[in-house]
């Protein structure tokens, strides 16, 4: 099992501090979001049906006709390897380790790509992936740089895969409204825009007779009664959306100034998170989870992941902790 | 993908009479449970933790030591065969579809078994798996012969697999208290007892090794938040399980009464259904959808199953249909 962010109930172990008296930055999901509905008794009691609802508001929020849920988009990228036969798959690197890992474990061969020279060896690959934007460098590719890859391998019958966890706060800079097309494969997350990583949603965006697979492979009842309940009404709220979005730009912004006031000049990002390659990313991890403020560090490269902190509160301890640092540890 | 019970949304479409007119009888789930306690916003906003209480109620409840919750026992039933190399398979039939299914997708040899017979060709097995009680056939298997069966498959390796969808209400007939042992691998599904066929929850009981394995293939998250958040609770609430054993146990020898009086009495059942094998099953089936009563229809053996009718009414109008069956096709 690879490592994640999230992890609070080992943080409190190791740094014996109380899992309620946490900052948790250590992941990129919205740290608020909606007063939750109602969930009807019976998307608890009985087992969940497709077409319900969930998919047409979906379809109407990606604005894409063929589209899949799926429990996170952790189970697509799990599922997706096992769809093909061995084959030569391109990773823009670095990414999100989940796709090398699962890849990987089906026998295909992997390969890690650069984005600048990405194209000139995309004849050599099947299978071509990409975060966009990237997490946790927050590196982004144009949709028509992205849709021209996807021609290419679509003619010899490869995909690109793009993961799209992070874009609904820049839904222009999405492929989902060109799916599907033929080898075009777009995952979406649902928890991470929405603030609820908890109910275990995604949705994946490709042609019909690919989703057929993927859901054979996946199985029945593979989201549950509530999620598919909660995410319907959430889907179809675009005045709340309008408002998350807003919210999630500012914050995205608020921290990216914070971290540059504080001699953290970030490297990258998104609304939901931002990432700074340093040589002391371990030094800072350990400065931080020692006042009780959980970040993501990566190893490769030396890098922490900053995620948005929920109140004034977060805010005011983030700060004042970076300034601490930067008087250490000048 | 199979045929499944609960398919309410299809039947609505086929027999013209709208979804909430319907008294469905096609699950095997129980129609009544618990008032819901309420679920920490957390358990949505957040992954999902292990070891937050859950696995231990867990443990407590099935009185064994090493298990892993996955999502719904079909989460289990589509990962087991991925777990070995090619073998041979035993299953002792008629039983619950999934299984022979996955097994089979995964490229392994099937055979259907008579639990009869089955004893005398275990040797020929790498895996034997049992659907105790089974559905639809209610049949059981007493736990020593299980017991006798996983010790001669372990001795080369092999596997019992053994499906404990609904022991819930009998659990002193289950092997779950004997786990772990080498080569024994018990599941069992959270939704049917508790009448939460929407949470997708069920959990593994095997050796801690095999259940390594499962959760390296299952992945990170796989259970929603709020699902373990929610099953916690009720997996603590003894005198609420002990009240819910009764009322099944008593509607179930209900159903079978009613049946019985009927002239329609079951070839077999648990608590949670009861099974008719007869000649005319898909005229008893399209009879009964015709006035808005869904059962679920077998083919092979020509085979009605019947679920709990959730209230007074259900059992009123289940009975009224079954005697004008009666009256018409005596």
């Given at each position: 099992m690879l490592e994640h962010g999230g992890r609070l109930r080992a943080a409190a172990q190791r740094y014996g501090i109380a899992e309620a008296d946490w900052l948790d930055l250590s992941t990129g999901i919205a740290p608020y979001g909606w007063e939750l509905p109602a969930i009807p008794a019976s998307a608890w009691a009985r087992l969940p049906e497709l077409e319900d609802g969930l998919e047409a508001a979906a379809r109407e929020y990606y604005g894409c006709a063929s589209l899949l849920p799926v429990a996170g988009s952790q189970a697509a990228i799990q599922a997706l390897p096992r769809l093909r036969e061995g084959c030569r798959v391109g990773v823009i690197s670095p990414c999100y380790a989940e796709h090398a890992h699962a890849w990987r474990r089906e026998g295909h061969e992997l390969e890690e790509l650069d984005a600048a020279t990405a194209e000139r060896e995309l004849e050599r690959f099947d299978v071509v992936l990409v975060v966009n934007p990237s997490n946790p460098t927050g590196q982004r590719l144009a949709p028509e740089t992205l849709l021209a890859w996807r021609e290419r391998l679509a003619q010899r019958g490869g995909w690109l895969l793009v993961?799209?966890?992070?874009m609904d706060c820049t839904p222009?800079?999405?492929?989902a409204g060109h799916c599907p097309l033929p080898g075009l494969v777009v995952l979406r997350s649902f928890g991470k825009f929405f603030g609820l990583a908890g109910i275990r949603l995604g949705f994946v965006l490709a042609e019909p007779k690919l989703l057929e697979s993927l859901h054979e492979w996946l199985g029945p009842w593979a989201v549950s009664g509530p999620a598919r309940a909660l995410a319907k009404t959430l889907l179809q709220d675009e005045d709340g959306q309008q408002r998350q979005r807003q919210s999630l730009l500012r914050d995205g912004q608020h921290l990216e100034n914070l971290l540059r006031d504080c001699g953290l000049a970030p490297t990258g990002g998104t609304a939901l998170f931002q990432w700074l390659a340093c040589d002391d990313a371990a030094a800072l991890h350990e400065f931080l989870a020692a006042r009780g403020i959980l970040t993501r560090l990566f190893a490769r490269p030396s890098s922490l992941r900053f995620g948005l902190p929920p109140d004034e509160a977060g805010w005011a301890r983030l700060r004042q902790a970076l300034l601490d640092y930067f008087k250490e540890c000048p």
């Open positions: 993961d799209e966890a992070f222009e800079q999405s492929l």
